[in-house]
């Protein structure tokens, strides 16, 4: 197994320009979600979904979009990216879509926007 | 609102000194705790949860309801124990909440 695969590694934008972050598993999880780390603040949530058709807000969602169409992957859509939005982003899942499952994260996408 | 506090954003320690990374919980309900761990170039990973009462690499954690607290603790730093701690809080129906951790170095 693979775990949790995301891609790309690095990525760098210019304002204004809108990408998607990838996130795949292959551990038939049913709850997948998205955080953010900066330095300081710590993993803030971002959004997440305990099952295909199901997402919802964490708590910095604002210039995110994301959907889970399949039970494997979970993209995460900037629309139009800021300098704000520079970070390490990283996807995690678990089995169950109890939110107390341990967590399962991928290696991160480490994003700069200028 | 659901909170963690890791009052202490670095932590440096001799190799071999006692190691206790703090962390407090604000929830009135029955919570379960967590630490997860970020060694350089890898993933983050569970550590420890309260509810299995384990030792894993050395380190325990001991929930106290009182002082709302789940500190991390160790007898004996080793350098590889140098890596990134979160402590975070799952409270029933809503997604962990993450403290904003604590940086652990393990000076030889």
Redesign the interface.
């Given at each position: 197994n693979a775990g949790?695969t995301q891609t790309p590694k690095f990525q760098v934008l210019k304002t204004g320009q809108s990408m998607t972050l990838q996130c795949a598993q292959d551990m038939n999880h049913e709850y997948m979600?998205w955080?953010r780390q900066d330095p300081?603040?710590?993993?803030?949530?971002i959004h997440?979904s305990v099952g295909a058709g199901i997402t919802d807000q964490?708590e910095v969602p604002n210039g995110y979009n994301v959907s889970r169409s399949t039970t494997e992957d979970f993209p995460l859509r900037l629309l139009s990216a800021a300098p704000s939005q520079t970070s390490v982003y990283?996807c995690?899942s678990s089995y169950s879509a109890l939110?107390?499952s341990?967590?399962h994260?991928?290696?991160?996408t480490r994003l700069t926007v200028t | 609102a659901q909170r963690v506090t890791q009052p202490e954003k670095l932590l440096s320690v001799f190799k071999g000194a006692p190691v206790e990374l703090k962390c407090n919980y604000s929830y009135s309900g029955s919570p379960e705790l967590f630490w997860y761990v970020q060694y350089s170039r890898q993933r983050l990973q569970l550590l420890l949860r309260h509810i299995s009462r384990e030792s894993i690499k050395g380190f325990t954690a001991d929930l106290n309801k009182g002082e709302t607290s789940f500190h991390l603790k160790k007898p004996f730093a080793q350098e590889e124990d140098s890596a990134m701690y979160y402590c975070a809080l799952y409270s029933g129906n809503t997604p962990l909440v993450f403290g904003k951790g604590t940086r652990l170095s393990v000076i030889a």
């Amino acid at each position: 197994n693979a775990g949790v695969t995301q891609t790309p590694k690095f990525q760098v934008l210019k304002t204004g320009q809108s990408m998607t972050l990838q996130c795949a598993q292959d551990m038939n999880h049913e709850y997948m979600s998205w955080y953010r780390q900066d330095p300081g603040m710590g993993l803030r949530l971002i959004h997440y979904s305990v099952g295909a058709g199901i997402t919802d807000q964490g708590e910095v969602p604002n210039g995110y979009n994301v959907s889970r169409s399949t039970t494997e992957d979970f993209p995460l859509r900037l629309l139009s990216a800021a300098p704000s939005q520079t970070s390490v982003y990283f996807c995690a899942s678990s089995y169950s879509a109890l939110y107390n499952s341990p967590l399962h994260f991928g290696n991160g996408t480490r994003l700069t926007v200028t | 609102a659901q909170r963690v506090t890791q009052p202490e954003k670095l932590l440096s320690v001799f190799k071999g000194a006692p190691v206790e990374l703090k962390c407090n919980y604000s929830y009135s309900g029955s919570p379960e705790l967590f630490w997860y761990v970020q060694y350089s170039r890898q993933r983050l990973q569970l550590l420890l949860r309260h509810i299995s009462r384990e030792s894993i690499k050395g380190f325990t954690a001991d929930l106290n309801k009182g002082e709302t607290s789940f500190h991390l603790k160790k007898p004996f730093a080793q350098e590889e124990d140098s890596a990134m701690y979160y402590c975070a809080l799952y409270s029933g129906n809503t997604p962990l909440v993450f403290g904003k951790g604590t940086r652990l170095s393990v000076i030889a």
